[in-house]
Structure formats: structure tokens, C-alpha cells
């Protein structure tokens, strides 16, 4: 096995050396507020970002959707940065909990800059500001979730531990999710000012946020020990191109998201002109939410019980049944609309979850496989395909809804506009979702090979065979 010769100067401390103890019940949940932090920038901005472009600021939905592709584009190439800045730290907090505390806040700042489109702009002048703070924010969230994700490699290296620690994250996503739902749409539904109403919510939310940070920082420890050594640019492009679990659950992750924005960024618009009452916004996301959750708590007892592999195409095929419905639910019977976004709640809650827990996974394969650990630019190339996924669905989405003739703020639409919400929100997701299984099915990193790799990891760093390294990690 061809792989670079670094020493690592200490010995693994992990569940295969019998030295660190099983995470504790307060390590979940501050982790898992980790991401609830997280979520009140990320999902505040995917919920209603691009409500707020086309009904408050004016942006058309096409132009939005440019928009959406070029930055999320652009910011997937900036988290690849944020993911080589994050494999060269080394700090007394640790390698990756500072970040909860220094990058949080920016990040927080520029939710609120980016639902304050000042109102005297030209139109081309909002378009420049929306471009800008859009882009800004988006590299500030990779500068948090980057190092953010990759704490959980350095939490524990127990398979069943890290299955929690994504459940946790999962749970948390989908509490804000519901909470967002309730708070923001009840004031797009009766705000005489939606944009003093957004601004005073954003500001609201950069509190809750630091409080929650922090949190995290103060529990959520790292506990499995690396070496000083960082990690070049070289071996680290090495460790990924040879990394070919990640590279396969990455491009699943680009179509599963794609999905899921489409859905997630096209929501509203369900409600409003499917369903004919935007106060059903708060039932659907409610529904879904509810699916996610009891997906998130069966997945780590489907894990044990059948492997991540098996149940990410269980869950995705969930998903790709609840598209089906939500595209054809007749708009006079919300109840069977309630049942799509319910069913394609359990399918995304289930792969949401799974993913989390396969690339902590593929951290350790990377080391296997190359002698060098480097969790940064595996979570990064992750987050890379992650982001290619949201632009690609929510610029799918607004692209399809002003192909079909959505007029921005009008009280109602035409049937052809109607139509592609129903498309965007229901037909996308299940379209995508196909081939994000197709890939999985043979996806190679089981449970007992993931195993495997974790003894031979060990005794690396104690008996090294003439042809393997000592490992080293940084």
C-alpha cells in the first residue's frame, strides 16, 4: 500500500485503544446544539431567502437563481479554503472547538446583513448587495461548519457513537427548522413591515446562536489525541483523490441536496398557490419535521441492525415515494400534501442523518489508506459537494417556478406557475433521489470493513509492517 512516511510521535487514543471513555449524554446534546446554531443561520437563509429576494426586496425568481447557483458554486470552492485553514490549526481549545468561538459570530452578524437589503438601492444596487453579503455569509458558514462537522472525528471513533452524534446534529437541524417555520411565517402571513419584521428575528437570533456556541465549545471535547504534523496541500489532495468512499458519498450528496433544496427553498410557495393558504406552511413543515425526527431516532437501531449502506437506500427510497405524492397531491386536499411531506420527511431525515455518520467514516479510511489523517479536507470536500447540491436545487427551483411564469408578490398565479411548484417541490426531489441511491448501493465502507480499519489504524501507530507508516495525523 503506497502511502507517505510521516512518524507520528504519540499513540491513538480511541475506542480500539481502550482508553477513552463512551461519550456522555451532555457531549450529545452540546453537540447537537452545535448544529442548532448552525441551522438558525443556514435554515433561516434556505427557508426564505428567496421569498425575501422576490417578494420584499423585488429580485425576480430566474434572476434569483443565478444568484443562488453562482455563490453556492463559488462558496464550495471557498469552503476547500476554509477546510486547508482548518487542517493547519493547532490550539490549546483543541483543533477545531476555537472556531465555535471566534468564526460564530461573524457568521451571525451577516445573517442579519443579509435579510437588510437596504431599501433606497437601485435595483442593480440590491442585486450587488444581495451578491456580496450573500457570498460573505456563505464562507463565514463554511468557516464554522467545516470544522464544526469534523469535531465529531475527533469526539470519538466508535461507529455506534458517531451514529448518535449525527442523530443529535439531525434532531437539532429539524427542532430549528419547525421553529423557523412558526416564528417566521406567522410574520410573512400578517407583518404590516416584513423587512423591520425579518430584522428584528435575525437580531433575535444572533443571541440565541452565540449562547448556543458556546455551549457547544464547553462540552463537546476532543478527545481522540493527533500529532502536531500538519498536513500539506500535496497530502492532502492525495488523501482525498485515493479517498474513494468520500468521493462516491459526495456525489450522492450532490443529487440527494439538490432534492432537498428544491423542496426546502419551494415550500412556501406550496403552501401558498398549491394549497391556496400560506398559513399550511407551518403543517407542512411541521409534518416533515415530524418525519425527520422519527427517522433521526430509528437510525441509529437500523445501523446496528442492517449497516449505514442498507439504510441510506431504505431512506432514499422513502424520499423518492414522497416526491411522487407531493407533486401529484391534488391542491383541494391538503391532508394527501400533509402525507407526501410527511413521507419525504422520514426518507431526507434518514439520509441527512446517514451522511454525517459515513464521512466520519471515511476520515479513517483516508488514513488507512494513505498514512495521513486529515479530517478538515475530507469534511470540506463534503461540504463542497454539499453546496454544489444546494446551488444546483435552489436555482433548479427558482429557475422552474419563473420558467412557469411566477409573478413576484402577486396574490395569485397561473395554472403553468402553479405547475412548477408543484414540479420544483415534489418532481425534483424524486428524480434526484434515484440515481443518489443508484450510487450507494454498492457503496464499499461497511461497518465490519470500517472496523477493520480501525485495528489496523492502531496497530499502526505501535507496529508498523515494513510497507505501512506510522500514521500521521494533524
Not at 442548532?36 to 422576490?54: I, K, P
Not at 447557483?69 to 463559488?74: D, M, Q, S, Y
Not at 500539506?232 to 450532490?254: C, E, F, H, I, Y
Request: proline share 4%.
Amino acid at each position: 500500500m503506497a502511502a507517505p512516511r510521516t512518524l507520528a510521535s504519540t499513540p491513538m487514543t480511541g475506542p480500539t485503544s481502550g482508553q477513552t471513555p463512551k461519550l456522555r449524554t451532555i457531549q450529545y446534546i452540546g453537540y447537537g446544539a452545535g448544529d442548532f446554531a448552525n441551522n438558525l443561520a443556514f435554515s433561516m437563509a434556505s427557508m426564505f431567502l428567496l421569498l425575501y429576494y422576490t417578494d420584499v426586496v423585488g429580485i425576480s425568481a430566474t434572476t434569483a437563481g443565478t444568484l443562488f447557483l453562482i455563490v453556492r458554486a463559488w462558496d464550495g470552492i471557498g469552503d476547500v479554503i476554509a477546510g486547508r485553514i482548518v487542517d493547519r490549526t493547532s490550539t490549546r481549545w483543541g483543533k477545531y472547538r476555537p472556531y465555535l468561538l471566534f468564526a460564530s459570530l461573524p457568521l451571525l452578524l451577516l445573517l442579519v446583513a443579509l435579510f437588510s437589503v437596504p431599501g433606497g438601492l437601485s435595483e442593480g444596487g440590491a442585486l450587488v448587495y444581495a451578491y456580496i453579503s450573500y457570498a460573505l455569509f456563505s464562507f463565514a458558514y463554511g468557516m464554522v461548519n467545516i470544522p464544526y462537522g469534523s469535531l465529531s472525528t475527533a469526539m470519538t471513533q466508535d461507529p455506534d457513537e458517531r451514529s448518535k452524534l449525527s442523530s443529535a446534529r439531525v434532531l437539532a437541524t429539524n427542532l430549528v427548522i419547525l421553529l423557523l417555520a412558526v416564528v417566521v411565517s406567522r410574520q410573512i402571513a400578517t407583518s404590516d413591515d416584513l423587512q423591520r419584521s425579518l430584522t428584528i428575528i435575525t437580531l433575535g437570533l444572533v443571541v440565541i446562536g452565540m449562547a448556543l456556541y458556546v455551549f457547544t465549545f464547553a462540552t463537546a471535547k476532543e478527545r481522540v489525541q493527533r500529532d502536531v504534523e500538519k498536513v500539506s496541500l500535496r497530502q492532502a489532495w492525495d488523501t482525498v483523490k485515493q479517498n474513494k468512499p468520500l468521493l462516491r458519498l459526495g456525489l450522492s450528496s450532490v443529487l440527494f441536496l439538490c432534492g432537498m433544496f428544491a423542496l426546502e427553498t419551494t415550500a412556501i410557495y406550496y403552501a401558498r398557490y398549491v394549497l391556496d393558504d400560506a398559513g399550511l406552511y407551518v403543517v407542512l413543515v411541521a409534518v416533515q419535521v415530524v418525519g425527520m425526527l422519527l427517522a433521526t431516532l430509528l437510525i441509529p437501531t437500523m445501523v446496528s441492525k442492517v449497516g449505514k449502506r442498507t439504510s441510506y437506500v431504505a431512506g432514499g427510497t422513502i424520499a423518492v415515494l414522497g416526491g411522487v405524492v407531493t407533486a401529484v397531491a391534488p391542491g383541494s386536499v391538503p391532508a394527501i400534501a400533509f402525507v407526501g411531506f410527511g413521507i419525504l420527511g422520514i426518507g431526507i431525515g434518514a439520509i441527512n442523518t446517514l451522511i454525517w455518520a459515513l464521512v466520519a467514516d471515511t476520515v479513517e479510511y483516508g488514513e488507512w489508506k494513505t498514512g495521513v489523517r486529515a479530517e478538515g479536507a475530507t469534511y470540506s470536500v463534503l461540504s463542497l459537494s454539499r453546496k454544489f447540491g444546494q446551488a444546483i436545487g435552489a436555482a433548479a427551483a427558482a429557475y422552474i417556478i419563473g420558467l412557469g411564469g411566477y409573478e413576484s408578490g402577486a396574490a395569485t398565479q397561473s395554472d403553468s406557475a402553479v405547475t412548477s411548484i408543484r414540479i420544483a417541490a415534489g418532481a425534483v426531489p424524486a428524480l434526484v433521489i434515484i440515481p443518489a441511491i443508484a450510487l450507494m448501493v454498492t457503496y464499499p465502507l461497511t461497518e465490519k470493513k470500517f472496523r477493520q480499519i480501525v485495528a489496523d489504524i492502531a496497530r499502526r501507530h505501535t507496529e508498523p509492517g515494513p510497507d505501512e507508516p506510522r500514521v500521521s495525523r494533524a
